[in-house]
């Protein structure tokens, strides 16, 4: 699921934030329907080399929209990868930004899945992810049946897997 399959159906209204400095475009994504599921959506722009601060703040943005509407957030597995390889190679500012926004994950009240083949997503989108899926169907019937737990319970296990990372 790119953006465009979003955009060409109707189906996305995308966040643009900090686009009048021209910043921040790394990240594409908004609130979108899934089906007749309402969620928050994030990639990575195709077009993007790195991912800056700005960018990780969309995301940052977008996660708190999830919480204020209680929508599910699905992401791209190619993003989570892109920002975990930018953890291990960027600038401190850059990892800094992408650690708020790890922090920002471990206390999210609603479910977070991620869109992508599970053998080849890193440990980063395993340990983020309370689902992961590989196509749209699968995406919404995961959505549906995560957003029936209760958030205190996902919010746990998010937590438990981040710290069990952590340690090992």
């Known amino acids: 699921m790119k953006f465009q399959d979003f955009a060409s159906a109707g189906t996305l209204i995308e966040l643009f934030g900090d686009r009048t400095e021209w910043i921040g475009n790394a990240i594409v994504g908004g ?3 899934l089906g007749s599921e309402k969620i928050i959506w994030a990639e990575v722009h195709e077009k993007s080399e790195e991912i800056d601060p700005s ?3 969309r995301l940052q943005r977008l996660l708190q929209i999830s919480t204020q509407t209680g929508r599910a ?4 597995g190619h993003l989570i990868d892109r ?3 930018q953890v291990q190679q960027a600038s401190i500012e850059r990892r800094v930004a992408i650690q708020l926004w790890v922090n920002q994950v471990m206390d999210h009240p609603t479910p977070i899945v991620i869109v ?3 053998a080849k997503l890193g440990a980063y989108a395993k340990i983020l992810a309370d689902g992961i899926v590989t ?3 699968e995406a919404i019937q995961m959505i549906r049946e995560l957003i029936q737990m ?3 319970k996902l919010q746990l296990e998010r937590q438990q897997r981040i710290v069990s990372s952590a340690l090992n």
């Open 31 to 33: 609130l979108a329907w």
């Open 55 to 57: 960018s990780v703040r």
């Open 73 to 76: 957030t699905l992401l791209s």
């Open 83 to 85: 920002l975990a390889h």
């Open 116 to 118: 992508g083949q599970k």
């Open 135 to 137: 196509d749209k169907s």
């Open 150 to 152: 209760p958030k205190e």
